[in-house]
C-alpha cells in the first residue's frame, strides 16, 4: 500500500509539539521532513514553550526563527505559527536584510493598522484587540484581552517580506481572525462572493463580489449594489445578532459588505481617498478611493532626521491628523504662483520686505468719544497672508499665513490630503523660509505623502518674498508686482 510521505514540515510540526506538551517533556528535537530541523523545551510542566527552528542550507541547518509562547497559547496555535515561518522565512538572509527598514514593513503589511508610540523605538501594529512590536529582528505579539495572558515573541533574521507576512500571519492566528468570515460563509447561499477576513479587526469580515472586473453594462455597480442588499437581508434573518455596514462608493453603490458582531466594540468605517503613486513634479499623484477605520491611527514616519545644517531651527508644527474642510478644492500643483493679498503693508528694511507702521492710541480731537491711531513714526515686520494667483476668493484651503522672525519666516499653510465623503481633506503644517541661504526647510515629522506638496509650495512662497525683496530695491516703496492681478492698481506704485 502506498505510504504518504509529506515533504512538507507543516504535520511533523503539529505532531512534534503535540507529543512535547501530552508527554510533558523538558526537551524534544526533531528532524522533519524537507531537511527542517525543531528544537523545544520546558522547564516546567504546561508552562512556557521555548522552540528553536532550522531550515537546511548548504552549509547546514540555518537557525530561521526562535520562539517563545506563554503558557496561554493554544497548542495548535503555537504550531501554526511555527509552520508559517517555515514558508515566510528565508533559509539565508542577504546580511543586509537580517534588520529590515522599519519604514519597508510597514508598507508591505497586509493585515493591522502600523503606528509609532512615542518615546518607544520599533513599529507597532495594532488589529483589534492584539497588538505587535517589531524592532530590529525581535517580533513581539500581545493578545489585549485583560487576564488572556496570550503573548509570544519571535526572533530570526528575516527580511522585510518575510517580517510583514509573518507579522499578518500571527496576528491572525493569534486573534482567530478567521472564525467570523468561516461562519458567515457557511450561512451563505451558493452565489457569486467570497467571504474574507477583515484587515483592520479581527471581529469582522466582508462579503465581496467574486469577480472584480467592472462590467461594461453596469459600470456604476447597481446590480452588485441591489445583490449585496438581498445578502444582507437573508444574513440578518439567521443571525440577528450581527451588525451589516454597506461600504458605498463615490458612485453611491455598494462595493461590499461588513460583518460585525453586535456585541464587540468595532470602529465602522469611512470612505478616503489616498495616494497610490509617488507624486513628480507639477503633480499630487494618482488617488484612488479605499475604506479604512474611522480611528484609525496616524501612519508611522521613520523619515531620517535631516543633517543638523539642514535641520529647522523654528519649532516647526505638524497637525497630528487630517481635519475637514467644508468648501475646499484641490487645487493641484500646476502653473500657478503665490501672490500677496492686498492689505496696509509697505516695503521696510532687513530681510523680510513686508512692514506696518507701529501706532499708538490717542483722542481724536474732533470727537472727544473717540480714539484714533496715531503713527509713532518705527515700522516693524507684518504678518502678511498669501493666496494662490488663480482666482480672487476662491481658495479659502489654499491661503498661507507669513510670520516673520528674523531671516526666517514661518509659513502656514493647509495641505491637500484627499477627500472623505462631501468634505476636503487638509493637513496643518508650518515651514521654515530661511531668506539668508535661500532655502524651504519641511517639519521632520511631515507625513512622506504630503512631503513632494510641501517642498513645492514652500518654494512658491521663496520666490514671492525673492520677488518683493528685488521690486524694493529698485525703489518702490508699497508691493505692486507681487500683488494679484485683481488688486494691481492701473498706477504704479510711488518711488523714491
Partial sequence: M????????????????????????????????????????TRELHGPLRAALAAPSPTGPARICTARFSAYVP???????LDAVTRYAPALPDAGDVRPPLGAVARLLTTGAPFQRPGDPGLFVQFGHAEAWQEGRRLGVT????????????????????????????????????????????????GPWQVVSDRWHPDAALVLPADRRLDPEDPLGRRISRALR??????RAVQPDWDFQELISADGSAVALRITPRDRAVPRMVRKVVSTSAAG??????TRTTFAPADLPAPPDFTPAPPPGEAPSLDLHVAPKDRH????????????AYVLDRSGVFYGPGWYPFHEHVTRRERDPTAPLNTLDVPTGRTVP?????????????????????????????????????????????????????????????????????????????????????????????????????LGPWDRSSRPSTDT
Fill in 2 to 41: 502506498y505510504e504518504f510521505e509529506p515533504v512538507s514540515p507543516t504535520y511533523a510540526i503539529s505532531d512534534t509539539v503535540v507529543e512535547h506538551r501530552l508527554r510533558g517533556r523538558g526537551h524534544t528535537h526533531a528532524d522533519l521532513p524537507g531537511g527542517y530541523q525543531l528544537t523545544l523545551r
Fill in 75 to 81: 497548542t495548535p496555535a503555537a504550531s501554526r505559527v
Fill in 143 to 190: 493578545l489585549g484581552r485583560p487576564g488572556s495572558g496570550l503573548s509570544l515573541v519571535l526572533d530570526g533574521p528575516w527580511d522585510a517580506p518575510s517580517t510583514a507576512r509573518l507579522t499578518a500571519a500571527v496576528l491572525r492566528e493569534l486573534a482567530d481572525a478567521r472564525q467570523l468570515a468561516g461562519e458567515a460563509a457557511a450561512l451563505l447561499r451558493p
Fill in 230 to 235: 438581498q445578502v444582507q437581508l437573508q444574513l
Fill in 281 to 286: 513634479p507639477g503633480e499630487l499623484g494618482d
Fill in 325 to 336: 474642510y467644508s468648501w475646499g478644492v484641490e487645487l493641484g500643483l500646476g502653473d500657478w
Fill in 382 to 482: 507684518a504678518r502678511v497672508r498669501l493666496s494662490p494667483d488663480v482666482q480672487d476668493y476662491a481658495w479659502g484651503n489654499e491661503y498661507v499665513q507669513l510670520t516673520p522672525v528674523d531671516h526666517r519666516v514661518e509659513a502656514r499653510l493647509n495641505l491637500y490630503a484627499g477627500r472623505e465623503h462631501a468634505y476636503t481633506l487638509v493637513r496643518e503644517v508650518t515651514l521654515e523660509i530661511d531668506l539668508r541661504a535661500k532655502r524651504v526647510l519641511l517639519p521632520v515629522r511631515i507625513p512622506p505623502a504630503l512631503r513632494h506638496q510641501a517642498q513645492v509650495k514652500g518654494r512658491r512662497i521663496l520666490d514671492l518674498l525673492l520677488a518683493a525683496r528685488r521690486e524694493r530695491r529698485r525703489g518702490a516703496r508699497e508691493p505692486r508686482a507681487v
